[in-house]
């Protein structure tokens, strides 16, 4: 008998299925299924896992932070603690009876890892049993079946690398977590985190936060006027573009007359290339500016792939290789009403010539549809997923877009002004991926030395310079690959991490009072744990283990000693960083304003009953309060309510999505939404 190890049930029943033509049948009811099949004769079971059966630990010694310091945490053993046992039983079990086990997890460090884990439990109860590696990058028929054809050994080096990082993350988030917990008194349910990525991440939102508050806007004046030929109007403006003081504008405002001259017209056009090939961040960035958050967009990705619609979505590679068959996934495209006739212009072409992005690995192809999937079969975000996946891999395969540029000089009096128009010409790849698309400016036919109209009154208008702009999630996780922080697989559970800790909220992200705190006392005492260097220089050394430079152990000691010298130092400013934690804690807990007396609205927890209201600092002399839900984390937004005052605040709930509500319960919109819901229930 052949034993599959997979790393979820859904991979296992997919992969069954392909492999024996849809008879793989459960042996029988049970929370861990094994799918059972004959393949040539051969019988083959195949279970899948639950991601990782086996997580790291510390001794039980260890377990209790107030006994013990978190400097011995820094030296301390580490051991793998089983997270689900009757799975390893359930495998050991099957191991008993096979002839040979076929690992076949997600092709990459912590799939490796979650596969190796499962050998050395099997190899307990079998220690002879051979073992195979089966790599895929798409759960298809074609590569199963192709795969399961030419099986690999496994990848014990990349598992290394899985496991290296493991340890190293548990040792400084450990000991930094407790340190920084136990300064601030902030234990149980409430304490505070630090993380070897985490923390470098947060920095990076902390100081884009210092820009914009440190940034003083330059005020300007722009001036524009509005042309009408014929039955047409278009927009023109100085060509100062920015005038620096209102004198000077509405200097250059009185000399404006009723007509304009076009002086000269300019037109240029203009190739504009396809989008390179999807590799997590390019994917993530775009499913961003459809308003998906990261981990919500990874989520369906990854379900996508465990159905056998798209390619594995954690990959760096933006070069598609040349075994994949391009063609042959146009034509199964094909199949679906909705893109038919845009995979028919392509399969049109003589060649295929995809674009390239400059990076290029050999683990798995860049993301890519693998399969038709009907509209009526996925939810409506699965669908925006897929659609974005499938159109992206279209305009890869797309010619250029072709944009026609216009630019008219007119002299309004003796003042010079610039209308710009431009217009799709041919349209290429925007056919195939709108999203890419920018809106169409268009101009009347102007000729040079006619004068068009000026339409009353010309537009004076102040403005000012802007702070740079706050990180998106999708351009927080472009920053992290720059800087190497996190790989493709952890980056968007960093950011979620940070929102559930109550660090940051908000999209666009803004730090909380209590991130701002921690990244400071951090920086202020112990700065290389802020510091993008450190982290992305142990990533590098994690690559060594996977090319056989470096072993787990060399990674490990070497991340142990720089912890070493960064508790040395927080042990020094002990107290100095408690009191900056404790003041950004405080700070946290003030929501707003009051709006009947203009004291600080905070946080305050009831002495009987323990449980959290919002206060009026004001008190006794002002007796406001408002209700608030007794779990989540409770964040100001900075914003007011326009219909009761009220400040707007954030709940976030682990495994929930955050939640803005302003605090006055009788707020005219929630009595709205009230009576909406009591009808609807009618």
């Known amino acids: 008998m052949k034993l599959i190890i997979t790393e979820k049930n859904t991979t296992a029943r997919r992969i069954s299925t392909i492999l024996s033509d849809g008879k793989a049948k459960p042996l029988a009811k049970s929370r861990n299924p094994v799918y059972t099949f004959d393949i040539n004769g051969d019988e083959v079971h195949c279970v899948g896992l639950?991601?990782?059966?086996?997580?790291?630990?510390?001794?039980?010694?260890?377990?209790?932070?107030?006994?013990?310091?978190?400097?011995?945490?820094?030296?301390?053993?580490?051991?793998?603690?089983?997270?689900?046992?009757?799975?390893?039983?359930?495998?050991?079990?099957?191991?008993?009876?096979?002839?040979?086990?076929?690992?076949?997890?997600?092709?990459?460090?912590?799939?490796?890892l979650i596969g190796v884990d499962a050998i050395n439990k099997i190899r307990e109860v079998r220690p002879d049993v051979p073992v195979k590696r089966a790599r895929f990058s798409a759960l298809t028929p074609v590569e199963i079946k192709r795969v399961f054809a030419q099986l690999d050994d496994p990848y014990y080096?990349?598992?290394?690398?899985?496991?290296?990082?493991?340890?190293?993350?548990?040792?400084?988030?450990?000991?930094?977590?407790?340190?920084?917990?136990?300064?601030?008194?902030?234990?149980?349910?409430?304490?505070?985190?630090?993380?070897?990525?985490?923390?470098?991440?947060?920095?990076?939102?902390?100081?884009?936060?210092?820009?914009?508050?440190?940034?003083?806007?330059?005020?300007?004046?722009?001036?524009?006027?509005?042309?009408?030929?014929?039955?047409?109007?278009?927009?023109?403006?100085?060509?100062?573009?920015?005038?620096?003081?209102?004198?000077?504008?509405?200097?250059?405002?009185?000399?404006?007359e009723k007509t304009a001259l076009v002086k000269e017209i300019k037109n240029t056009e203009r190739n504009v290339k396809p989008p390179t090939p999807f590799n997590t961040t390019g994917f993530l960035t775009a499913a961003g500016t459809l308003g998906f958050t990261a981990a919500k967009a990874m989520n369906i990705a990854e379900n996508l792939y465990m159905n056998g619609y798209i390619s594995y979505p954690r990959v760096d590679n933006t070069v598609y290789p040349p075994s994949l068959d391009l063609r042959s996934i146009l034509q199964e495209l094909a199949a679906n009403p909705e893109f038919s006739p845009l995979c028919a212009s392509l399969l049109a072409k003589d060649k295929l010539t995809p674009t390239r992005g400059k990076k290029q690995t050999t683990d798995h192809p860049p993301i890519h549809p693998t399969a038709s999937a009907a509209r009526s079969k996925l939810s409506p975000q699965e669908w925006k997923i897929y659609e974005l996946v499938v159109r992206r891999f279209m305009a890869t395969l797309a010619g250029d877009a072709v944009v026609l540029s216009v630019r008219a000089d007119l002299d309004c009096g003796p003042e010079p002004f610039i209308a710009r128009g431009s217009r799709t010409a041919e349209e290429g790849w925007y056919k195939y991926y709108p999203y890419g698309r920018k809106k169409e400016v268009l101009l009347p036919y102007l000729e040079e030395g006619e004068k068009v109209r000026v339409d009353e009154p010309p537009e004076l208008k102040k403005g000012?310079?802007?702070?740079?702009?706050?990180?998106?999630?999708?351009?927080?996780?472009?920053?992290?690959?720059?800087?190497?922080?996190?790989?493709?697989?952890?980056?968007?559970s960093i950011i979620e991490g940070l929102y559930g800790r109550g660090y940051i909220y908000g999209d666009p992200i803004t730090p909380s009072e209590t991130g701002?705190?921690?990244?400071?006392?951090?920086?202020?005492?112990?700065?290389?744990?802020?510091?993008?260097?450190?982290?992305?220089?142990?990533?590098?050394?994690?690559?060594?283990?996977?090319?056989?430079?470096?072993?787990?152990?060399?990674?490990?000691?070497?991340?142990?000693?720089?912890?070493?010298?960064?508790?040395?130092?927080?042990?020094?400013?002990?107290?100095?960083?408690?009191?900056?934690?404790?003041?950004?804690?405080?700070?946290?807990?003030?929501?707003?304003?009051?709006?009947?007396?203009?004291?600080?609205?905070?946080?305050?927890?009831?002495?009987?009953?323990?449980?959290?209201?919002?206060?009026?600092?004001?008190?006794?002399?002002?007796?406001?309060?408002?209700?608030?839900?007794?779990?989540?984390?409770?964040?100001?937004?900075?914003?007011?309510?326009?219909?009761?005052?009220?400040?707007?605040?954030?709940?976030?709930?682990?495994?929930?999505?955050?939640?803005?509500?302003?605090?006055?319960?009788e707020c005219p919109t929630k009595k709205e939404a009230k009576e909406k819901k009591e009808k609807a229930a009618d």
């Open 157 to 256: 080096s990349l598992a290394s690398a899985g496991e290296a990082r493991q340890d190293i993350d548990l040792i400084w988030g450990a000991s930094l977590t407790r340190f920084i917990s136990l300064a601030s008194t902030r234990l149980g349910k409430n304490f505070l985190s630090v993380g070897r990525v985490q923390s470098p991440t947060l920095a990076l939102i902390v100081d884009r936060e210092k820009e914009r508050k440190a940034f003083v806007p330059t005020p300007f004046w722009t001036l524009k006027i509005s042309c009408v030929k014929g039955d047409e109007s278009f927009q023109a403006v100085h060509a100062k573009e920015r005038f620096p003081s209102e004198e000077e504008a509405r200097k250059a405002l009185s000399h404006l």
């Open 464 to 492: 000012e310079t802007q702070p740079p702009p706050r990180y998106s999630q999708g351009k927080l996780i472009e920053k992290m690959e720059e800087l190497g922080l996190g790989t493709k697989s952890t980056r968007h």
């Open 516 to 665: 701002t705190a921690v990244t400071e006392a951090l920086r202020k005492y112990a700065g290389v744990i802020s510091s993008p260097e450190m982290t992305s220089a142990l990533e590098r050394d994690m690559d060594a283990i996977v090319d056989g430079t470096e072993t787990q152990a060399e990674v490990v000691d070497k991340s142990r000693d720089i912890l070493a010298d960064v508790m040395h130092l927080l042990e020094k400013s002990k107290e100095e960083v408690a009191t900056e934690i404790r003041n950004g804690i405080k700070e946290d807990r003030i929501l707003g304003t009051c709006p009947t007396c203009g004291s600080n609205l905070r946080i305050v927890k009831a002495k009987k009953s323990k449980k959290r209201f919002v206060g009026c600092s004001g008190y006794p002399d002002c007796t406001t309060t408002y209700p608030l839900p007794q779990t989540g984390t409770i964040m100001p937004t900075g914003e007011v309510c326009q219909d009761c005052n009220s400040p707007k605040v954030r709940v976030v709930n682990k495994g929930r999505r955050p939640w803005i509500f302003c605090l006055d319960p």
């Open 50 to 112: 639950k991601g990782h059966i086996l997580k790291v630990d510390f001794p039980a010694q260890y377990q209790q932070w107030q006994d013990v310091e978190p400097r011995e945490l820094i030296h301390a053993d580490i051991i793998k603690v089983p997270t689900n046992k009757s799975l390893i039983k359930s495998i050991q079990t099957e191991a008993k009876k096979a002839d040979e086990v076929i690992i076949a997890t997600d092709f990459d460090r912590e799939g490796e």
